[in-house]
C-alpha cells in the first residue's frame, strides 16, 4: 500500500540505479511516488540519513515464495495453507532485507499475490509466473526413479508434455495473472533423474510456450546451465536465461544477438556448497552442486564480456534463504559494487519491464533502502546486518 502522506529523504549521499557517481540532494515522495531530488526544503515526515548512502530497493529476480524445501517431493507434497503461510514469512524476511521487490519464478499464485496486494502481510512487490513448466522427467519432476509416486501438488512446477497442453498452461496463468512464464530447459541441481546438461523440452514445444507469452506482451524464463541448453532455449525465443553457470563465449555471443538476459544465482550453489548435508540436499544433488558452482563467476566474466545484461537473483531454498545477502557478496566478487548494484535495481527493472523500479528518479515508485555508509568505500555494507538500515516500500518505512 502507498502512503499517502509527504516523506522527504534528507542528508545523504545518493546512487540512483544508473549512474557510478553518487548525487546529493534531498528525495521528495508523495502518494508512494518520487517527485523531486533536489536542494529545496523537505515536507512531511522527514528521514534524516546523514552519513549514510540511499540506493534504490533491490529486486530479487529469482525467488521461491514457497520454496520451504530442498526435497522437491516433500514440497511438492506439502499443504498449500502450510506453504503460503511459509511463504508469507519469506517474503518479509525479504523485504526487511532490503528487497521492495522480487520474481518469483517457480511458484505463487493469485491468492498469495492479493494478500501482499491488500497488505495483509507485509512483503515485496511481487510478480510470479506460477508453477514452472516441466518435462516428464525434467528439472521440475521430483520422483525419483525408482518409486512409483505421484508428483505431488504443482506447487513448484507442474509436469506438462506437449505443445497443445503447453499451450492451454501457459494461458491458464496468464489468466491467473502471471507476470511471466517459467520453463525448466535442463537438468538442475536438486532434481534426482535428469543430467544437468542436457536440454529439455523440444523446440516446437519451447515456441509453442514463448509464442503465447509473446502474443500476451510477456516473455518467458528458462532454467539453463550449459549452452547446449542456453542455445536451445534462446533460439526458440526465450528472454531470461535463470543461472547459466556452464555459460561458454559463442553461447554468451549469441545472448547478446538475441537480447536475453542472464539472472546469476549464485548465493545458492555457495550455501548448497557449505550447508547442503545439513538442509537434507541429497548426495546427487551436492556431486551436481560442485559441477556448477566453481563455473558461476566465471560465466558472469563471459555474459559481461559478450555485453549480455546481467541481473541478479538468488533462488534459496529452506533455511538457506537467510542467505540472501550473501549473493550481493558474491557477485561484487567478480563485477564490482557499481555493476552488481545496477544489476540488482535499474538492469532487473528492464528486464521486468518495470521502468518505474530500480531507480531514484523522479515518477519511479518510492522504493529505498538507506544503508549506513557508502557501500563504494566499505562494500561490505551491502551484506551486513540489515537491522542497521532503513527500508522504504511505495513511500512507507518498513524497516
Known amino acids: 500500500m502507498s502512503a499517502a502522506h509527504p516523506l522527504s529523504v534528507v542528508n545523504a549521499a545518493i546512487f540512483d540505479g544508473v549512474s557510478a557517481e553518487l548525487a546529493e540532494g534531498v528525495i521528495h515522495i508523495q502518494d508512494g511516488v518520487i517527485v523531486a531530488v533536489d536542494d529545496s526544503r523537505p515536507a512531511g515526515q522527514v528521514i534524516d540519513a546523514r552519513g549514510g548512502t540511499v540506493i534504490p530497493g533491490l529486486i530479487d529476480a529469482h525467488f521461491h515464495a514457497y520454496g520451504t524445501e530442498l526435497d ?3 514440497l511438492e507434497s506439502s499443504p498449500l495453507s502450510y506453504l503460503s503461510l511459509a511463504g508469507a514469512r519469506r517474503l518479509g524476511a525479504a523485504l526487511g532485507r532490503g528487497f521492495t521487490t522480487v520474481r518469483d519464478v517457480a511458484g505463487g499464485d493469485p491468492g498469495l499475490a492479493r494478500a501482499v496486494t491488500e497488505g495483509l502481510i507485509a512483503a515485496p512487490r511481487y510478480l510470479y509466473t506460477g508453477a514452472a513448466l516441466s518435462q516428464t522427467g525434467g528439472h521440475g519432476d521430483p520422483r525419483p526413479g525408482d518409486l512409483d509416486v505421484c508428483a505431488g501438488g504443482a506447487h513448484l512446477a507442474e509436469i506438462v508434455d506437449g505443445v497443445d497442453a503447453l499451450r492451454r498452461a501457459v494461458r491458464d496463468r496468464f489468466r491467473r495473472g502471471a507476470h511471466a512464464i517459467k520453463i525448466m530447459a535442463s537438468g538442475g ?6 543430467p544437468i546438461r542436457i536440454p529439455q523440452y523440444s523446440a516446437a514445444e519451447i515456441q ?10 510477456s516473455y518467458v524464463a528458462a532454467h539453463a546451465y550449459s549452452p547446449e541448453a542456453i542455445t536451445h532455449a534462446v533460439t526458440n525465443g526465450v528472454r531470461t536465461i535463470e543461472h547459466g553457470n556452464l555459460l561458454d563465449a559463442p553461447t554468451a555471443d549469441l545472448m547478446a544477438e538475441h537480447g536475453a538476459f542472464l539472472v546469476p544465482t549464485l548465493a545458492a550453489y555457495d550455501a548448497m556448497e557449505r550447508r547442503g548435508e545439513q538442509v537434507g540436499l541429497s548426495p546427487i544433488g551436492q556431486a551436481k552442486n560442485r559441477e556448477v558452482l566453481a563455473a558461476g563467476q566465471r560465466a558472469i566474466e563471459l555474459a559481461r564480456a559478450a ?6 537473483g538468488t533462488d534459496l531454498m529452506g533455511t538457506l534463504e537467510d542467505e540472501q545477502l550473501t549473493g550481493l557478496r558474491l557477485q561484487v ?4 559494487v557499481f555493476e552488481t548494484l545496477r544489476s540488482a535495481t535499474s538492469v532487473n527493472a528492464g528486464m521486468i519491464g518495470r521502468p518505474d523500479l530500480g531507480r531514484i528518479a523522479v515518477g519511479a515508485r518510492a522504493d529505498l533502502v538507506i544503508l549506513p555508509g557508502d557501500p563504494f568505500e566499505e562494500p561490505s555494507i551491502l551484506w551486513a546486518d540489515p537491522r542497521h538500515r532503513t527500508v522504504v516500500k511505495d513511500g512507507s518505512v518498513v524497516r
Do not use: K
Not at 541441481?189 to 535428469?194: E, G, I, K, R
Not at 509453442?208 to 506482451?217: F, L, M, P, S, Y
Not at 555485453?307 to 541478479?312: A, E, Q, Y
Open 307 to 312: 555485453g549480455v545484461p546481467i541481473g541478479f
Open 72 to 74: 522437491l517431493l516433500v
Open 208 to 217: 509453442a510456450v514463448t509464442d503465447e507469452a509473446t502474443r500476451r506482451g
Open 189 to 194: 541441481v536438486v532434481s534426482l533423474t535428469d
Open 333 to 336: 566478487e567478480v563485477e564490482g
